[in-house]
């Protein structure tokens, strides 16, 4: 890598030129530049680091491929999950993804204008958003009631399109009672060249516990939907209802493209399978403190040393995306060992007990990570917290720095 791909940045340093992809099915390609950004190596020993892992993220892709036979959509929204948009969408890309999908247009927009040129699908907008926009751009978007149809009908020009069914999660997607009317003027839309029906879409309610019985309720039902589709002469070549969870356990589902996002970045819902964690939290040791037995510990005093102890201080709270619900029960790493978060995780602030770990301000603590050294994991911390792996990757702050690797970029810059 030569000086002239690395230009400052503010506070980060942009390296260009390392990946792109093949607009067509993802394969590796020169004629498209993604942006990935490295902190100065200094950045981790003086404040909070967030290091996302590409390597995990290509590995899971890799994982998700053995266990179908289904196109595979990369699902990068809320900035990949909270590790990356751009980044994520490029390894797993390179990792045999072929498609990639978003809530929102403006995410699809900045994939465009990243240099992706793979199809992308947005399934979530409200009206009159820039569909002409769209459809220049070819993003495809759902359609998930005739409100809908007849806007992304109404721009001019022919889009993709994919109809969205509700089998049961009563959330998003037209209801059975309006599938067929929603269908029919589809066609007709079509036979216009207002629009074109590419796919057929749903979403399960219940993908995480394989065992429940709505499941089988909401595939049978989207396997009528589309031959309802069929009856009114749409010929939809993508039919897609499984997500990771879906993907993982249940075959049955996958027809001819599934949808990854939790899976990208080692979440699996069903816990079925053991995927490889992609980001990792550290935070430095900012002041260390030795406290007699019966000390109050944090706001409300809801914490009081049991004993003689070191305590110290992290420079990260609730604003960094720590859930303060997960005071008095997470733990994190301090040189190999385990230590306890005590009192109220604050807005910047958090206290844990050394206890008999020697440590001096400066030391590195790991928040969290994928486990392999010992320390807590995502799943740990979404426990300590009572809620979802999902929630915890994306609530990391913007003042938590960020730097990205991988194992073929490792190699590079040694």
């Known amino acids: ?104 247009l403006d995410e699809a927009f900045a994939l465009r204008r990243a240099g992706f040129s793979v199809p992308i699908l947005s399934w979530l907008n409200a009206p009159r958003v820039d569909l002409a926009g769209a459809a220049a751009a070819s993003i495809h978007v759902a359609v998930p009631h005739r409100a809908m149809l007849d806007e992304v009908g109404g721009i001019g020009r022919g889009i993709d399109v994919h109809l969205h069914v509700d089998t049961g999660m009563t959330r998003c997607g037209a209801s059975l009672e309006e599938w067929a009317d929603l269908c ?35 595939e049978a039902r989207f396997r009528e939907s589309v031959a309802v589709a069929h009856r009114a002469g749409l010929r939809p070549a993508v039919r897609h209802l499984a997500t990771t969870a879906a993907t993982l356990t249940n075959p049955s589902v996958h027809f001819d493209l599934v949808r990854i996002g939790a899976g990208l970045v080692g979440i699996d819902p069903s816990g079925s399978t053991r995927l490889s964690g992609a980001m990792t939290l550290t935070a430095p040791l900012i002041h260390v403190r030795p406290v007699t037995a019966g000390t109050p510990v944090g706001y409300r005093h809801t914490w009081t040393a049991p004993a003689d102890t070191t305590l110290g201080l992290l420079p990260l709270g609730y604003a960094d995306g720590l859930p303060r619900a997960a005071s008095n029960r997470a733990e994190v790493l301090v040189d190999g060992r385990r230590c306890p978060v005590v009192g109220l995780i604050s807005m910047d602030q958090t206290i844990i007990d050394l206890g008999d770990v020697t440590a001096e301000a400066g030391a590195t603590v790991t928040v969290f990570g994928p486990g392999d050294h010992g320390e807590p994991t995502v799943a740990e911390w979404a426990g300590w917290a009572s ?14 720095q960020r730097q990205v690797v991988d194992n073929d970029w490792k190699e590079e810059l040694a």
């Not at 506070?11 to 390609?29: D, K």
């Not at 589809?186 to 516990?209: K, N, P, T």
Request: overall charge neutral.
């Open 184 to 218: 029919a003027a589809a066609r007709e839309a079509e036979l216009a060249g207002r629009i074109r029906v590419v796919g057929v879409m749903s979403h399960l309610g219940r993908a995480d516990e394989p065992d429940a019985v709505d499941n089988a309720v909401s």
């Open 1 to 104: 890598m030569s000086e002239a791909d690395v230009q400052p940045d503010g506070e980060f340093i942009r390296v260009t030129g390392l990946t792109g992809m093949n607009p067509g099915a993802g394969r590796p390609s020169s004629s498209v530049v993604t942006e990935r950004f490295l902190l100065p190596a200094r950045a981790g020993t003086t404040q909070p680091l967030l290091t996302v892992d590409l390597g995990a993220v290509a590995n899971n892709v890799h994982t998700v491929r053995s266990r179908t036979t289904a196109a595979v959509m990369a699902v990068v929204k809320a900035n990949g999950l909270g590790h990356g948009a751009a980044e994520v969408a490029s390894t797993a890309l390179r990792s045999g993804a072929t498609w990639l999908g978003v809530a929102g």
């Open 387 to 400: 809620t979802i792996e999902h929630e915890i990757v994306t609530r990391i702050g913007q003042r938590v």
